[in-house]
């Protein structure tokens, strides 16, 4: 397995992801491109934007969000870890934030409910 510009452990949680959604380096078609946005000339001199399809399952993914060609190698690994996990149908972490989100909306829009519910209450 390749080893990227983060920490190790964040290195063996990839390694440990993909070998359990059965995702391997062979199967993967990797790109480097020029990115594009904020690094001036940087940016336009080094090819960062990293480009992979996962050829299992047609998924591709393009990943520029830092000036690290070998940290966007790893945000877009996992990237598509996520894909393919949302693919098989599991729950994945987005998930989770998500749900988290509504259900704090929901416990919001109980409260403010309430609280102009009262005030109705107190004028009559």
Not at 40 to 65: A, R, W
């Amino acid at each position: 397995m390749i080893t990227f510009a983060v920490s190790e452990e964040k290195n063996r949680w990839l390694k440990n992801k993909m070998e359990e959604l059965g995702i391997s380096e062979k199967d993967i078609q990797e790109q480097f491109i020029r990115s594009s946005g904020k690094g001036g000339q940087h940016v336009n001199k080094t090819s960062t934007c990293v480009y992979l399809k996962h050829i299992p399952t047609g998924i591709e993914i393009k990943c520029m969000q830092d000036r690290s060609q070998s940290v966007n190698r790893f945000l877009a690994r996992r990237e598509l870890a996520e894909a393919v996990e949302r693919l098989s149908g599991k729950p994945t972490t987005q998930d989770a934030k998500l749900q988290r989100i509504k259900k704090q909306k929901s416990k919001r829009k109980k409260r403010t409910a309430e609280k102009y519910r009262q005030g109705e209450k107190g004028n009559e």
